[in-house]
């Protein structure tokens, strides 16, 4: 039987804090490789090919579980905890 993600619910409509990139590597004047929308609070942060994995650790840090590609042209949406595509 199909896994579902009992996460959905916690969707928000967020608008991204720093559409301009990501929100801990441009503080600290760092670079990153692709981003990743926190679909709980709107926070930017870079994916775990960046390596900052500011991503990552933004769900370690506030166990926001579900996030969506900020690529343009991607949609996809990723949650952390049943490690699975929603
Ligand atoms: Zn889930
Ligand atoms: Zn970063
Ligand atoms: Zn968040």
Same mark, same amino acid.
């Given at each position: 039987m199909a896994k579902e993600c009992p996460h959905l619910n916690q969707i928000q409509a967020v608008t @991204?804090?720093?559409?301009?990139?990501?929100?801990?590597?441009? @503080?600290?004047?760092d670079s990153w490789v692709h981003l990743r929308l926190c679909l709980i609070c709107g926070h930017v942060g870079c994916c775990d090919s960046s390596k900052n994995k500011h991503a990552t650790k933004h769900f370690h840090t506030t166990n926001h579980p579900i996030i969506q590609?900020?690529?343009?042209?991607?949609?996809?949406?990723?949650?952390?905890?049943?490690?699975?595509?929603?």
């Open positions: @991204a804090h720093t559409p301009q990139g990501c929100e801990e590597c441009l @503080a600290m004047g590609s900020f690529q343009p042209g991607e949609d996809w949406r990723w949650c952390y905890v049943d490690e699975m595509m929603v």
